[in-house]
């Protein structure tokens, strides 16, 4: 997903980092791959049309039981200073998407002099809405495909809930930064997904789109990567190397020996 951990207000103007230089593939060695890490937001769905989907039904609700607060939010540069104020005096939040949307509600609440109680049904609004995702089409076909033949491991940044999406069935489990306490690319949460998998990391094979956050991580705690690189963007890493580079998903599927 390649966005900021600040997600929790939505901001899908904010730059990007630009890559700087090409760098091949390193290979992949198929028989080491017996489970999959599979990132979520950007790697199955477009993340933003969502978000900005959740921000419309949250500022729906919030026009009709907080009025003030809904004044506010109207306001970007309002929610730009919550922001802020959020990454400034809640470092301990940063690896928790829901927490962070929770907290801007409440203080949002709290300066629209409304009732800071009602923060919980509003997040529920926004939430539902934030799994209400539109699938990229090879989605779940490749899920499909990888899910017969590895274990896969749904492992995000973000706060969307497989079950709830309605991909569960294709996952043996999911961890995630709020659940592990730690967000990629920290090599910490890419072993605890390969825990999950129940293999040593260096059998997995994690397929995600941000070169860093997926990319480094996966590379720092030895698993192999494939890239998904949707959008024709550079590798900005070397000397470290995607062992696998694919713009759509079903590549990367019929690379790992599918018909698909």
Sequence with gaps: MKTPQTQHLTDPLSPRPEATSPLSDAGLDLSRIQAITLDLDDTLWPVWPTIARAEVALQTWLGTHAPATAALC???????????????????????MSALRLASIRLVLQRGGEDVALAEDAFEVFFAERQRVDLFEDALPALEFLSSRFPVVALSN???????????????????????????????????AAEA???????????????????????????????????????????????????????LCRALGGTV
């Design 158 to 192: 973000g706060n969307a809930d497989v079950q709830r999406v309605g991909l569960g069935a294709h996952f043996k489990a999911s961890v995630s930064a709020r659940s592990f306490g730690l967000s990629k690319p920290d090599p910490r949460i890419f072993h605890a």
């Design 197 to 251: 998998a129940g293999v040593p990391s260096h059998q997995v094979l994690h397929i995600g789109d941000d070169a860093h956050l997926d990319g480094v991580g996966a590379l720092g705690a030895g698993m192999q990567l494939a890239w998904v690189n949707r959008e024709g963007q550079v590798w900005a890493h070397a000397p470290l190397q995607p062992h696998i580079t694919v713009a759509e998903l079903m590549a």
């Design 74 to 96: 109207a306001d970007k540069a309002v929610l730009r200073e919550v922001r802020a104020h959020l990454n400034s005096t809640r470092p301990d939040l940063a690896h928790d």
